[in-house]
């Protein structure tokens, strides 16, 4: 697995800045490696870019978020229903909570280490109001990469 991951890394990094934003969009809905990994790299190789790379991964990441929740909202329900039939009422308390406090779990998901991608599908299956969702990763995910750009780009 680890070589793997190491495979994709390097090649999406062979496409530079558009393997950042593919690597950023796709680990919004998919397993690949975090783009938080590139976006060091490339920081490093040019820090007087590293707000554009943060932009970059911040817009290709709440694109990618989008598409989480589109599969969650168009295809996820049925297949979920389907798996946890058995568990229809613990589903519906969650979904209560989910509702209610939603934005502030995306937002969390999208700017610590929890599995984003989970969130973003998540989101569409319950479905979340779709710009706070939106609004929540957008800010989450932006916060997250230019944390990360701003410190590299100080230290020069």
């Known amino acids: 697995m680890h070589d793997l991951l190491l495979s994709m ?3 999406f990094k062979s496409m530079g800045i558009w ?9 919004s809905f998919f397993l690949v490696p975090p783009p938080d990994i590139l976006l060091i ?7 007087d870019k590293a707000l554009f ?8 990441s709440a694109v990618g978020g989008c598409i989480g929740y589109g599969i969650g909202f168009w ?18 308390a969650v979904e209560k909570l989910y509702n209610q ?3 502030v779990a995306v937002f969390f998901s999208a700017f610590t280490p929890i599995p984003y991608k989970i969130f973003t599908i998540a989101s569409g299956i319950l ?8 609004l929540a990763s957008f ?18």
């Open 41 to 47: 790299v490339m920081d490093l190789a040019k820090p």
């Open 75 to 92: 295809g996820g329900r049925p297949a979920f229903n389907f798996l946890f039939r058995n568990h229809k009422d613990k589903f519906d």
């Open 139 to 156: 800010i989450g995910r932006g916060a997250r990469f230019f944390l990360v750009s701003i410190v590299i780009w100080s230290m020069g």
């Open 19 to 27: 393997g950042l934003a593919l690597n950023s969009c796709i680990e």
């Open 9 to 11: 890394n390097e090649f």
């Open 53 to 60: 790379y943060a932009l970059v991964c911040t817009i290709a």
């Open 127 to 134: 479905n979340m109001n779709f710009w706070q969702f939106f």
């Open 101 to 103: 406090y939603g934005a």
